[in-house]
């Protein structure tokens, strides 16, 4: 099972406040899902959940024929993956790759490699460009060890998965390794070959926002005072 979790995204990035208004931010928000759930979708070769209740994501959902379990309380990813790994693993599913909203270059063979490099009875840990934070996370089986997202995320998964005494891939994919959260992550996705949703928003954005920096570091012409 693929799972997606997805926090309300009205209030989507607030660390991009200083760059994009906060429609900016959503709609930012609502192109990068769109082009992570389209991938999942070309992959085609494992059940999908969205773990959300947010409607922009419930209809894409519907778009897909993705199951959705219900994230009603929308308090974390943390808190709504622990909620959807207890559902996966009380009916039986074998395993569970979890891959956020806001990693729009991943494509459908970046999501066949985890699937390939997975041991039988392990996890693949696939960690951010800075080595900080986990980008996406398959457990198998389902429930194998608990998963803390945050920032620093990506060390305490890698012990968390070593001390369950299974095999432990950690698998570097620089399209995944790119989640946006910082202007310099918008500025890398605005940069990076391709031609998604959020690549011409990210351009057009990063545009407006060195346009917008050259304009107030320009110095005003003096005016001449008259004798």
């Given at each position: 099972?693929?799972?997606?979790?997805v926090k309300?995204?009205?209030?989507?990035?607030q660390r991009?406040a200083?760059?994009?208004?906060?429609?900016?931010?959503?709609?930012l928000?609502?192109?990068?899902?769109?082009?992570?759930l389209q991938?999942i979708?070309d992959y085609?070769?494992?059940?999908?959940?969205l773990?959300?209740?947010?409607?922009?994501a419930?209809?894409?959902?519907?778009?897909h024929?993705?199951?959705?379990?219900?994230?009603?309380?929308?308090?974390?990813?943390?808190?709504a993956i622990?909620?959807?790994t207890?559902?996966?693993?009380?009916?039986?599913v074998?395993?569970t790759?979890?891959?956020?909203?806001?990693?729009?270059?991943?494509?459908?063979?970046?999501?066949r490699?985890?699937?390939?490099?997975?041991?039988?009875?392990?996890?693949?840990?696939?960690p951010?460009?800075?080595k900080r934070?986990s980008?996406a996370?398959?457990?198998?089986?389902?429930?194998?060890?608990?998963?803390r997202?945050?920032?620093?995320s990506f060390?305490?998964?890698?012990?968390?998965?070593?001390?369950t005494?299974?095999s432990c891939?950690?698998l570097?994919?620089?399209?995944i390794?790119?989640d946006?959260?910082?202007p310099?992550?918008?500025r890398?996705?605005a940069l990076?070959?391709?031609d998604k949703q959020s690549?011409?928003?990210?351009?057009k954005?990063?545009n407006a926002d060195?346009?917008?920096i050259?304009?107030?570091?320009?110095?005003?012409?003096?005016?001449?005072?008259?004798?």
């Amino acid at each position: 099972m693929i799972l997606v979790p997805v926090k309300n995204l009205r209030n989507a990035k607030q660390r991009l406040a200083t760059m994009l208004d906060s429609s900016a931010r959503t709609e930012l928000a609502h192109a990068m899902v769109a082009d992570v759930l389209q991938s999942i979708a070309d992959y085609d070769a494992d059940d999908v959940s969205l773990v959300t209740s947010d409607l922009f994501a419930l209809d894409l959902a519907n778009q897909h024929r993705f199951e959705v379990i219900r994230d009603d309380s929308n308090v974390s990813e943390t808190d709504a993956i622990a909620m959807a790994t207890e559902l996966c693993a009380s009916r039986g599913v074998q395993s569970t790759l979890v891959v956020p909203g806001d990693i729009p270059l991943i494509e459908a063979e970046d999501i066949r490699a985890i699937y390939e490099s997975a041991p039988p009875n392990g996890s693949v840990l696939v960690p951010s460009t800075d080595k900080r934070g986990s980008n996406a996370v398959l457990r198998r089986p389902a429930a194998l060890f608990p998963l803390r997202f945050g920032n620093d995320s990506f060390i305490p998964h890698l012990a968390a998965a070593v001390a369950t005494n299974t095999s432990c891939v950690v698998l570097s994919l620089s399209r995944i390794g790119l989640d946006i959260d910082t202007p310099e992550d918008l500025r890398q996705l605005a940069l990076a070959p391709g031609d998604k949703q959020s690549q011409r928003l990210a351009r057009k954005f990063v545009n407006a926002d060195e346009r917008l920096i050259t304009v107030q570091g320009t110095p005003q012409p003096e005016v001449a005072a008259e004798s």
